[in-house]
């Protein structure tokens, strides 16, 4: 059984969001169990909508075919990876009446740890 990989996302910004889902798909398209955390302001990543979904870097990189965001959530979700919000980051970044995007769990990061087990994790 390939190792789990949990992905530990703080940052709200659109080049570490865009990246995180980059590593998750990737993983999970390698047979990889991978589990999204974010946290405080990495929650954005999963609002729906996507806020990121408007900052300009999303049309620079479709003009050079690079997958966005909207695609990437798409292509983690079809691939199973486990998205979960940090329930005390939304509450923290006052996040926490913000609709996320369906199949989103709440949950803390004893839930996260859990599901990596003795797996690797990546922060961003």
Do not use: W
């Amino acid at each position: 059984m390939a190792k789990r990989l949990g992905v530990l996302l703080e940052s709200g910004g659109h080049a570490r969001g865009h990246y995180a889902l980059v590593v998750a798909a990737g993983a999970a398209a390698l047979g990889r169990a991978v589990t999204l955390f974010a946290t405080n302001r990495g929650c954005l990543l999963l609002a729906e909508p996507c806020p990121l979904l408007e900052d300009p870097r999303e049309a620079a990189l479709a003009a050079r075919g690079v997958a966005g965001i909207a695609t990437l959530r798409a292509a983690c979700v079809e691939l199973g990876v486990r998205l979960v919000a940090c329930e005390a980051g939304l509450k923290a970044e006052s996040l926490d009446t913000m609709p996320l995007a369906e199949g989103v769990e709440v949950a803390g990061i004893a839930t996260f740890l859990e599901a990596v087990g003795e797996g690797q994790v990546v922060t961003l």
